[in-house]
């Protein structure tokens, strides 16, 4: 499965090859820099209609930084970020209109500590989807009890778990009905009785077929959940493929490297 | 736009009185030192009363604190220059200046160190070991007030101290031309400047990581 | 005892003096409510001004804070009393007044503000924009919600100076109350005017001062 390097007319709506399903998400050439250091070095990936695509390597490879150059919480420094058929990097691009249709789950939860769990929800649904009071507390309602918090409803952040705190973020993001959601981290945090609960949701999520791509540590779930597993090495993709291939027969010595120094995968 | 400059911008008006403000200069500088000194250590000396714990000490020092933190400055200069001779007092304008300035950043002292005594919270026999510690700790809102204490050497030009105001406003009364009071706020400027870039300092370092 | 009751707490001339001095009370009052206000919304600007992306905005709000706090408010008032008509601006001296202490308290207003906005993690304000809130809502629905909440003792503290510092106005023979005092002592040539005054700023800011006290207390001990 090679990405393919096209120069594309940024507003080109990619046609769909009838056997496979409609990129959601595809970058090319995408390179990023902090003054002098580079962190990106050209990255190329599509990711397709209801793929869980996961991203490994060490801390420093860059994955953190990929994940935010694709709803541009960092500003790339070169290459296109083509989400659903539009290249985000353009002018012009309603970024905010845009960021709806990107979700994304943070390490460190990032919840309003001074708005309830159903406020956190709804905030974003109010004032970007612009629904109504009554619409959006429905809407909030739902999403909750779908992470399985429907009686955490009109808790304060404080008073919950790391782990609801997360589902919270999840809900919060699925409101939208955004058509990918990218998860950086999101159990790095947590203590790990706490991991599961979290799993169990992304789990479900990709049962009912949204696209994800997942920065994450938790080799096993990369191993059941994933389509497919991208290896990053120094600010490039080095190695990817499907989880069989990549746990059961790395071929690059640094993914060798890497999966014998996380020897509980 | 000319006026302007030709009656706050007049080098030569300026350079007439150079001497005499030059004089108020120095004596702004010397109220400032002499009650940022004695406002600081009477201050302390209230923290420590207060620390005590003896009801009707205590009492006492938050009273004075509360008053002094509510009247403005200026009341406070006034009622003590004009009201004092009224019970035989006749003290010159450079004695009221300081002890009211000094008073006015004893009370500040007092409660901020008060505030930060009872932060660290131990028995009263560690008062002495946590008072630096205490004054660390609010090293910041402290520098303020001292700002503050500095900038209020100014109002002494109301009851006949010459410092530097008085000496620009005397200058300017003589000249008809604004231009000492030019001079004047830079002086001013020259002293405070530095002292409001520290305390910006200071508010950064005194930040939780 | 009897001279000190007849210089400083002579009921006659209280009576006859009360009109004047609750005009100058007037007076201060408008002062307040006109600086305060204009003081925090300035200081609002100030404070959200640097927290855009381009430098030498950034920069001029750090130059205006640090100008006027380092400028004694004095001094710019009667800066700003003499030289306003030079540029054209023929104002009475109330508004020569509210511009001075506005431009002072803006810079004190602008630092308070400014902290409260750092105090907010940034971890928040990505999650935010992430969900397609724009910097403007992310700002009013996110960031000063808790940011003033977390300000309430400095905000506080600054509110009862710049009440005080209206005071100032009497040398620019503002008719404000410090003023009025002035005057009727000098018209009766005794002191119970300032001490009457002195009591009338004492009721009225002594709740404040409390107030400060109370929550540079518990400022100090949550961050111990």
Known sequence: MNAVVATLDADFCASSVPAKRRPVLELYGLRKSFGAVEILKGIDLVVREGEMVFIIGSSGSGKSTLLRCCNRLEEPSDGAVIVEGVNILRHGVDLNQVRRRIGMVFQSFNLYPHMTARQNVTLALRKVANRGRAEADAIAK???????LADRVDFYPNALSGGQQQRVAIARTLALEP?????????????????????SVMRMLRNEGMTMVVVSHEMRFARDAADRIVFMFEGQIVEQGPPPEIFGAPQHPRLREFLSSVAGA | MEGFASNFLNWSVAQDYMSELMAGMAMTLKLAIVVNICGLVAGTVLALIRSLRVGILSALVVLFADVVRALPPLMLMIVAYFGLPFLGLKLNGFAVASIVLAAILASFTEELLWAGLAAIAQGQMMRYVVLPQAFRMILAPL??????????????????VPELLSQANTAQGYSGNASPLTVASIGYLI??????????RLERLGKPA | MNGFVDAFLNAAVLTRVWPLLLSGFGTTIILSVIVVPAGLVVGLW???LQTVPWRPVRWSMVVYTDLFRAFPPLVLLIYVYYGLPFFGINTNALWSVVMALTLNTSAYFGEVFRAGIESIPRGQIQAARATGLSAGQTTAYVVLPQAIRN?????????LETIKLTSLASVVTLP?????????QGNTANATPLIAAALIYLVCLWPLVRLTSRFERRLLAARA
């Open chain 1, 142 to 148: 739902r999403m909750l009890a779908r992470v399985g």
């Open chain 1, 179 to 199: 058509s990918i959601v990218l998860f950086d981290e999101p159990t790095s945090a947590l203590d790990p009785e706490l991991v599961n609960s979290v799993l």
């Open chain 2, 143 to 160: 520098t303020s007030r001292i700002i503050a204490t500095t900038k209020n050497t100014a109002l002494a030009s109301v009851v006949a």
């Open chain 2, 191 to 200: 002293i405070l400047l530095p002292m409001v870039i520290v305390a910006r």
């Open chain 3, 46 to 48: 100030v404070a959200l």
């Open chain 3, 151 to 159: 300000l309430l003792p400095d905000l506080t503290s600054n509110v």
């Open chain 3, 176 to 184: 404000e109350l410090l003023r009025a005092a002035r005057l009727a």
